[in-house]
């Protein structure tokens, strides 16, 4: 069991912060940016290891998984202090004591990667991959210029293990990839606006999504 509210020791050995200090912050068509390797080596190895049994292409709180020390510790350090400071000082944002949620997602289906900009509710958007390799077209995420048009993009970033991911959340911040089926190992981590309301309302939506998903397993 783990709780995005209990953080604990932070271990600033596993993540390159000097790879994200150093990174662009690319505005074009939206805020992003990306840093390959991020996870080091050591610690990729010990969160594949350690990564949840999950055997659904769902989207999964940490509450309610098991996993082992290595995910665990990349959990903590990404629910520390010091990250958000990191990601706010490259975003020029006061992140730190804003309410987080942290979803894990292991298997990807048919219906995933339609372009959208992710909900009202986010303000910073992180996506962390995990797998060892990569070698097939789809699945690849798209920073787009349109709502429209997945051919259309400024950067297509590859799911390689380490690899992070940032984005701000804009009406303008369309993603998405093409079609991928099989085992696409991610984590994702939102800083969301204060108020119940928003973050009621971003449960909701996303049980939704959960729910018409299932659905259409079933059809």
Not at 44 to 65: Q, T, V, W, Y
Not at 160 to 184: M, P, Q
Request: with cysteine.
């Amino acid at each position: 069991m783990y709780s995005t509210a209990a953080v604990a020791d932070f271990d600033d050995s596993i993540f390159d912060f000097a790879a994200l200090d150093a990174a662009v912050l690319e505005r074009e068509p939206f805020d992003f940016v990306v840093v390959p390797g991020f996870v080091k080596g050591y610690a990729l190895a010990a969160a594949n290891r350690d990564f949840p049994k999950i055997r659904e292409p769902a989207n999964f709180s940490p509450d309610g998984l098991e996993f082992g020390t290595g995910f665990r510790q990349i959990l903590e350090t990404l629910n520390s202090t010091v990250f958000a400071e990191k990601i706010g000082a490259k975003f020029d944002l006061e992140l730190v004591g804003y309410p987080t949620t942290i979803t894990v997602r292991k298997f990807c289906e048919a219906s995933d990667g339609n372009i959208h900009t992710d909900h009202r509710s986010k303000i910073i958007t992180v996506l962390l991959y995990f797998n060892a390799e990569w070698a097939h077209e789809g699945g690849r995420l798209r920073m787009l210029r349109s709502a429209n048009d997945i051919e259309d993009y400024a950067t297509e970033v590859t799911p390689l293990g380490g690899t992070l991911l940032v984005f701000r959340r804009a009406d303008n911040s369309y993603h998405g990839h093409k079609r991928f089926i099989g085992e696409r190992r991610m984590l994702q981590l939102n800083w969301l606006k204060p108020g119940r309301k928003a973050q009621y309302r971003q449960r909701f939506d996303r049980l939704c999504t959960h729910l018409l998903k299932r659905a259409s397993r079933l059809n």
